[in-house]
């Protein structure tokens, strides 16, 4: 089982800056793709971004150019640097891993989320 813990969310100025950690414990044989989505009230989870295990990452329209995904294999963790932020950006930010657990199972883990607010 892989836990996930968040951390870095809080309240910023329209055009500021957050960064988000999310580190990975427990007991897994890999954590593949890891990724943030946002969920913001009344609307649906959505991705933000993820990046597999290599390094590729993949972000949402809605982010590209102002949001940096990057990984570190070695401390099981994620980052999310959020740059030239937006009201429409404020949600709670969930980080995901999905990889196979030693049993060679699928998994698929989910944060307990982070809150991120951007006033205008």
């Known amino acids: 089982q892989v836990q996930l813990v968040e951390s870095g969310g809080g309240l910023v100025q329209a055009g500021g800056s957050l960064r988000l950690s999310c580190a990975a414990s427990?007991?897994?044989?890999?954590?593949?793709?890891m990724g943030w989505y946002r969920q913001a009230p009344g609307k649906q989870r959505e991705l933000v971004a993820s990046?597999?295990?290599?390094?590729?990452?993949n972000c949402a329209d809605s982010v590209k150019g102002r949001f940096t995904i990057s990984r570190d294999n070695a401390k099981n963790a994620v980052y999310l640097q959020m740059n030239s932020l937006k009201p429409e950006d404020t949600a709670v930010y969930y980080c995901?891993?999905?990889?196979?657990?030693?049993?060679?199972?699928?998994?698929?883990?989910w944060g307990q989320g982070t809150q991120v607010t951007v006033s205008s």
């Open positions: 995901n891993a999905a990889g196979v657990s030693i049993r060679g199972n699928s998994y698929e883990s």
């Open positions: 990046i597999t295990s290599g390094g590729s990452p």
């Open positions: 427990g007991v897994a044989f890999s954590i593949n793709t």
